[in-house]
């Protein structure tokens, strides 16, 4: 939720619970995380630190040592140890998912002092840490096939990009004899030598004249017009013959059956109800939520923004998939809110974060994708949503009653992302990366061709600059001390002074060093320094991987038009009471130290943010919990 466009919406007659709950309570600006990133945002809440307590920096973090980026929140590894028999692998013992964020979560310090809580979808807790409460896994849970979102699009158009694209698959097929022969993909069999992908058939008969297919899957039938969306299918992927079977579902979207046939069939979502890898505490929770609201999104990030980038689905289809993932948010709030009697409940709202992602563009005639024609059909999607949020907080209002403090709060704001900044092909074009003798700059893998010998520094994750340091980095040349920090303020005069020609603003408008900006054991394990982009920019899609696109900044031109990954003082987050805020600035590293005061719980000592509420049931009890 941005503090902006609130205050808009507010003023506009749109948000008429906020306004009544500002007007009794408070709304401040909530600072942000350094860098803004969900990831790193939602860890600093959670625990109370920053990136140095915590140990999250990015959406994307690199092993030094071998320079290959990973995912920073968690890691799903399979057994280290199998037997093969034939062209089987057996596996000997089991694989597991760990919880890479440091430091203990404000309901496990509830837990402790035997405060009931349940904690639903907050982002950066898969798999969820151990807990008395109910607590649902959401941002950074994969899906089956142990990514973060991979659909299926199959087609028999000739002129279709086949094969992987960003978040997804295209895999042609051939209508033969009015029906339609394909498999659903599951996740690597690692019972099989090279790990192949487990597959399930499935047929679709298509009907010749009307817009209309039956679906057959493992017995499972199901009919579908065009335009229609299934429900949650349930799909079990044999590994070994009678003995191994992982459970997921999906849902199909028919998008045409003639003149050419189009089906999409989403992630393969882990199953609440018997789930693959761990979804709850306890593990029975996310399936007492199947049985009392029914099937839902387990993937983290529900939804599926890469299959409008990618064109797979229009912005009409994917907003009538958006808004599946809300009802299904907001059927398990309405049955866990109806219980909520005291301690802490806490639950996470996705959709004006991914919904403002995609959808900037038909708010803002600035931006280079706005279109008139798609502004008029959906240019209202982030007011209706904002709108939706605002009918939730008219739900909770009436049970805030005088012994209640209610937090509304968001991660961060949002900005327009018109122009991207490159800024691996900045570093290369300034001398601080170096490429191997002849080679490219196109190379497909992250830093293939850099000359690690002749390199000082490069860029990886949406905000991280590092320096390639001497005894940190596999190769590293830069000796940590004088040079280094000789080096970082160079770079930091330098990048502070780009200009774009296009729009004579400054790409960058801020640069912390992690030796300012962290605290705890972790401060110096993460980047070295950490870019701030203007309003307006961002880094670019491919320089984050570690790629050298040709020109240092360009229009963006994905539908994912708004972003908030810039300077973390544009892009503040909003925090709104019913009791009064004491502070002008409060930050999410006080929202922990603020829940623990309202119960008369001293803050740990890694914890570096403060309770910024003036609480009547504590006030007698604040000064302990400062």
């Known amino acids: 939720m941005d503090p902006q466009l609130l205050r808009r919406f507010m003023r506009e007659g749109k948000m008429p619970n906020f306004t009544r709950l500002a007007a009794q309570g408070d709304f401040r600006e909530l600072k942000t995380s350094i860098p803004p990133q969900s990831p790193v945002a939602w860890s600093n809440l959670i625990t109370g630190m920053n990136a140095g307590g915590h140990g999250i920096f990015d959406f994307i973090h690199r092993d030094p040592k071998t320079m290959s980026p990973y995912f920073s929140a968690s890691r799903v590894e399979g057994p280290k140890h199998a037997i093969r028999v034939g062209n089987w692998m057996i596996p000997l013992g089991s694989g597991t998912a760990e919880q890479l964020r440091q430091g203990e979560a404000f309901w496990q310090i509830l837990d402790q002092h035997d405060?009931?809580?349940?904690?639903?979808?907050?982002?950066?807790?898969?798999?969820?840490?151990?807990?008395?409460?109910?607590?649902?896994?959401?941002?950074?849970?994969?899906?089956?096939?142990?990514?973060?979102?991979?659909?299926?699009f199959y087609t028999d158009d000739p002129t279709a990009v086949v094969g992987a694209v960003e978040g997804g698959q295209i895999i042609p097929v051939q209508v033969e004899n009015f029906g339609v022969r394909a498999d659903l993909i599951g996740p690597d069999n690692t019972f099989r030598e090279s790990s192949p992908p487990a597959t399930e058939p499935f047929y679709v008969a298509v009907d010749p004249l009307e817009s209309v297919v039956k679906i057959a899957v493992q017995g499972q039938e199901f009919v579908l017009r065009e335009g229609e969306w299934s429900d949650w299918i349930r799909i079990q992927f044999q590994l070994i013959p009678y003995l191994s079977r992982v459970k997921g579902m999906c849902r199909l979207?028919?998008?045409?059956?003639?003149?050419?046939?189009?089906?999409?069939?989403?992630?393969?979502?882990?199953?609440?109800a018997d789930p693959a890898l761990p979804l709850s505490t306890p593990s029975t929770y996310s399936h007492l939520l199947t049985d009392e609201s029914g099937?839902?999104?387990?993937?983290?990030?529900?939804?599926?923004?890469?299959?409008?980038?990618?064109?797979?689905?229009?912005?009409?289809?994917?907003?009538?998939?958006?808004?599946?993932?809300?009802?299904?948010?907001?059927?398990?709030?309405?049955?866990?809110?109806?219980?909520?009697?005291?301690?802490?409940?806490?639950?996470?709202?996705?959709?004006?974060?991914?919904?403002?992602?995609?959808?900037?563009?038909?708010?803002?005639?600035?931006?280079?994708?706005?279109?008139?024609?798609?502004?008029?059909?959906?240019?209202?999607?982030?007011?209706?949503?904002?709108?939706?949020?605002?009918?939730?907080l008219g739900e909770v209002l009436p049970k805030a009653d005088e012994n209640t403090t209610l937090?509304?709060?968001?991660?961060?704001?949002?900005?327009?992302?018109?122009?991207?900044?490159?800024?691996?092909?900045?570093?290369?074009?300034?001398?601080?990366?170096a490429l191997k003798g002849n080679a490219t700059d196109d190379s497909s893998e992250p830093f293939g061709n850099v000359d690690w010998s002749q390199t000082r520094a490069y860029a990886l994750g949406l905000n991280g600059l590092y320096l390639n340091m001497r005894g940190r980095e596999a190769n590293g040349i830069v000796e940590p001390g004088t040079m280094a920090n000789n080096l970082m303020s160079e770079i930091r005069g330098k990048l502070l002074q780009v200009k774009d020609l296009k729009t004579n603003l400054p790409v960058v408008t801020r640069i912390d060093l992690a030796s300012e900006a962290y605290q705890g054991p972790f401060a110096r394990t993460g980047p070295d320094m950490l870019v701030g982009y203007n309003r307006g920019y961002r880094a670019g899609w491919k320089t984050i991987l570690g790629a050298f696109p040709a020109e240092e900044i360009e229009d963006n031109t994905n539908p994912w038009s708004g972003d908030h990954c810039m300077d973390y003082t544009l892009v503040p987050g909003v925090l709104l009471s019913n009791r009064k805020i004491s502070t002008d600035t409060p930050a999410l590293i006080d929202i922990a130290p603020t829940i623990l005061a309202e119960f008369g719980i001293k803050k740990t000592s890694g914890m570096i943010g403060r309770s910024v509420i003036v609480s009547k049931q504590a006030t007698g009890e604040r000064s302990g919990a400062q």
């Open 295 to 392: 099937e839902f999104h387990t993937l983290g990030i529900a939804e599926d923004t890469k299959a409008l980038s990618d064109g797979v689905l229009d912005d009409s289809e994917y907003l009538r998939q958006a808004q599946t993932v809300l009802t299904e948010h907001r059927r398990i709030f309405d049955a866990e809110f109806s219980r909520f009697e005291k301690g802490v409940f806490f639950f996470y709202f996705s959709s004006l974060d991914l919904n403002s992602h995609m959808f900037w563009r038909l708010l803002d005639p600035n931006h280079p994708e706005y279109d008139p024609v798609l502004a008029a059909q959906n240019g209202s999607a982030i007011a209706d949503f904002y709108q939706q949020m605002d009918q939730v």
């Open 115 to 152: 405060v009931p809580n349940t904690i639903v979808r907050i982002p950066s807790n898969f798999p969820p840490v151990k807990a008395k409460g109910n607590t649902l896994s959401g941002m950074g849970t994969p899906d089956l096939r142990g990514t973060y979102g991979t659909f299926t």
């Open 253 to 272: 979207y028919l998008k045409q059956v003639h003149p050419r046939f189009q089906l999409y069939v989403s992630p393969i979502n882990l199953d609440p």
């Open 407 to 433: 937090l509304v709060l968001s991660d961060h704001g949002f900005a327009p992302y018109y122009r991207s900044f490159n800024l691996n092909t900045w570093l290369l074009h300034n001398g601080y990366i």
